[in-house]
């Protein structure tokens, strides 16, 4: 089949014969890194997908039964917007860029890279997780969100092919040669490489992970190069899936083991074969101190340059803000220096990092609330929290001392005192894994999961999500 027939896209890829070839040409490539790397143990079964093909509101996505390595990866862009302007930075009132200026080639080449990069990591650090799904729902959406995380791949590789020339079709070589957690040549941010092999980590990492994705992505759809964010803005569109799918599996585990603590004379939620609100927590803990830090430096001049030349703007940055040059403005900072917390007035513009980091704290903070209602709800006194942004921090200015869970310093004897009572133990880690055991009947679940409140699409639960072949 031609690419053109077996890549939906709204870019003219038949017209366009430069492009055509440099994407044929990457194609199979893609094709073994998805049977060597993608979902291992499930290529050849149907599962009941959405596909990508168009970028009309309401219309763009097709649900059916397709074998993995069949899906069609599109190319989409949102629709472009006649005359528009960069809208923040220095330049506020310039015209958007549809090439890639020269003199921001290599920074350009970078921010698509490291996005680039994650997509396919994560569909690496989930490839084991189909043999213990916890229901033919939860299969079926791990499959979604990894076919997605490999059209995300796809849609970045069109970037760097169409813009960058010999160097970005090399990038895109490279992101097929990478690999989550390899010591030689592992995937270029950290959390990217952290394993992910029970479903709880799963769901904690499309919430607070996926969720970092999202923040970064919406604040490229507010790029100055046009074509970034065109192609972000649709990404964006697919993304909700994957951060609904975390948002409610953990609310489905915590309802599961609200209930379970309820029902057990003793309290006790692993009693009754579910995972115990405590260590919920600690994998919260993990889980959102690993994601904060990938929004970058607090106090960062690279953010400030992103900024002023109108590659990277603030989170929803036309719709929210006034003033959209942000150079009088501060951020009043709690700075870590020689031990001590001050509180420091930053220049707005070297502060943008920690500006979307408050966005992002501020929507799991929201989670959290619902989850709490969902532990209120089921009758038990139990509060989960968000961890405070300078705990367990491994890059950054808190990376530099020691913090509790509410953002306190302390040594760093107390730390790992207390590192079994705030982050999973490998005693922890083991009793999760003994839940991990597959279930494959059409409206089953496993026994530490809630089933969600209804299923995908306008079916009912008991649909068959996924074809099997007998295993
Ligand atoms: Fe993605
Ligand atoms: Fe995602």
Redesign the pocket.
């Known amino acids: 089949m031609a690419l053109t027939d077996s890549i939906p896209n709204n870019v003219d890829l038949g017209q366009d014969r430069k492009l055509l070839r440099a994407l044929e040409k990457w194609q199979p490539d893609f094709q073994r890194w998805w049977m060597e790397m993608g979902p291992e143990g499930f290529q050849q079964d149907r599962i009941w997908l959405r596909t990508a093909v168009s970028v009309e509101p309401g219309g763009w996505a097709h649900y059916d039964y397709v074998r993995m390595p069949e899906y069609r990866w599109g190319i989409f862009l949102a629709p472009g917007q006649a005359d528009r302007t960069m809208g923040f930075g220095d330049n506020p009132l310039d015209p958007v860029w549809t090439e890639v200026p020269g003199e921001l080639r290599s920074i350009l080449r970078r921010i698509i890279v490291t996005q680039a990069d994650t ?1 396919p990591a994560s569909v690496e650090q989930q490839r084991l997780l189909g043999k213990t799904a916890p229901s033919l729902y939860d299969l079926r959406n791990l499959f979604q969100v990894n076919v ?2 490999g059209r ?1 791949l796809w849609a970045m590789v069109h970037l760097l092919h169409q813009y960058f020339g010999k160097d970005g079709r090399e990038e895109a070589d490279a992101l097929l040669e990478r690999r989550s957690g390899d010591p030689d040549k592992p995937r270029i941010l950290s959390t990217f490489n952290e394993r992910t092999d029970d479903w709880m980590s799963f769901f904690m990492f499309t919430m607070f992970t996926d969720r970092d ?1 999202k923040y970064q992505l919406a604040a490229l759809a507010e790029s100055g190069f046009d074509p970034l964010s065109r192609s972000t803005q649709f ?1 964006l569109t697919e ?1 909700a899936f994957h951060l609904f799918t975390g948002e409610t599996g953990v609310d489905r585990i915590v309802r599961r083991s609200a209930e379970a603590t309820v029902a057990d004379p003793n309290g006790d939620a692993r009693n009754r074969g579910a995972i115990d609100l405590p260590t919920v927590q600690k994998w919260i803990n993990f889980w959102f101190s690993s994601a904060v830090g990938l929004f970058g430096g607090e106090i960062s001049s690279n953010a400030a340059d992103y900024f002023a030349t109108g590659l990277k703007g603030r989170y929803k940055e036309r719709q929210k803000y006034q003033e959209h040059r942000a150079l009088d403005d501060v951020y009043p900072m709690e700075v870590f220096e020689g031990g001590t917390l001050t509180t420091r007035e930053v220049p707005l513009r070297n502060a943008i990092n920690e500006v979307l980091r408050d966005e992002y704290i501020a929507d799991c903070e929201r989670a959290c609330r619902k989850w709490n209602q969902t532990i209120a709800e089921a009758g038990l006194d139990f509060e989960l929290r968000i961890p405070h942004r300078r705990f367990n921090r491994t890059m950054g200015m808190y990376a530099e001392g020691a913090f509790d869970l509410a953002g306190n310093p302390i040594t760093r004897e107390e730390v790992e005192d207390r590192r079994a009572e705030w982050l999973p133990t490998e005693a922890d880690q083991q009793y999760v894994r003994s839940l991990m055991q597959p279930v494959y009947e059409p409206g089953v679940f496993a026994g530490w999961i809630a089933p969600p409140s209804k299923g995908v699409q306008g079916t009912s639960l008991d649909f068959e999500y996924a074809k099997l072949a007998p295993r």
């Open positions: 997509e997605e995380e995300h994705g990404m993304e």
